[in-house]
């Protein structure tokens, strides 16, 4: 109805434009907030999800990492992933990327095309699909089982793509894979090996291991991996 105002959008323009902060934190956090919803059409805003947490939580320049199934349909799929240099999840219903791809678009594409799931199995995919997609960043480390051995990489620079490979639709995106494999999961130090599991989701965020990870990538045989070009 003409006046309606229920997502309070109309008051972006009286808060300013984002580059002109107040200093006032709160006032400066809901003109953010309303200037994003402005983008998505009214749709709410978590920034405690990806990809705003990692924008507002952490350094801007810190690293995050993330663990990658790599056991899928009783595949591992590791050896196609150290062969082409990438890392991939599945997402069969897809046919095309949202334009422009963000949380809300995403999780409504899988709302509608995984309606049949149930809601447990749908929101797992809602979480892998906008993490993989919007959580995980440039310099990120990405982890996985490979044969029960860790495997540990770092995502490049480079924009996600939908892919069908094999006569799977997969989202990809390229990995610089160290060239060998660390120690057996089982032998690794409890903080680190009881994390390495999946409950439910194909990527999960573990970025407070990051220290622990980097101590092994300074020793792990990945001749001249550095920042990311």
């Not at 573990?206 to 070009?229: H, K, N």
Request: hydrophobic fraction near 40%.
């Amino acid at each position: 109805m003409a006046g309606d105002d229920r997502f309070g959008l109309n008051g972006v323009k009286r808060l300013g434009p984002l580059d002109a902060p107040t200093g006032d934190v709160d006032k400066d956090l809901l003109r953010t907030v309303l200037l994003i919803q402005a983008q998505q059409d009214g749709a709410g805003v978590d920034l405690a999800a990806p990809p705003w947490l990692g924008r507002w939580s952490d350094d801007a320049e810190s690293r995050g990492a993330y663990l990658i199934r790599g056991q899928v349909d009783k595949r591992n799929r590791v050896a196609d992933w150290l062969k082409h240099g990438n890392v991939t999840i599945t997402v069969s219903m897809f046919r095309r990327l949202p334009d422009p791809v963000t949380p809300h678009a995403l999780m409504q594409m899988v709302e509608e095309l995984y309606e049949d799931y149930p809601v447990t199995k749908r929101d797992a995919k809602k979480h892998d699909v906008v993490n993989f997609l919007l959580g995980m960043r440039p310099g990120d480390l990405i982890c996985t089982d490979d044969n029960g051995r860790l495997r540990i990489g770092q995502l490049k620079e480079a924009d996600a793509t939908l892919d069908s490979i094999g006569g799977l639709n997969l989202l990809v995106r390229p990995v610089q894979w160290f060239a060998e494999a660390e120690p057996e999961i089982t032998t690794l130090p409890r903080t680190l090996r009881t994390r390495l599991r999946f409950k439910g989701e194909d990527v999960v965020k573990i970025t407070d291991l990051v220290e622990e990870l980097e101590r092994r990538r300074s020793t792990a045989c990945c001749p001249g991996l550095g920042p990311v070009a």
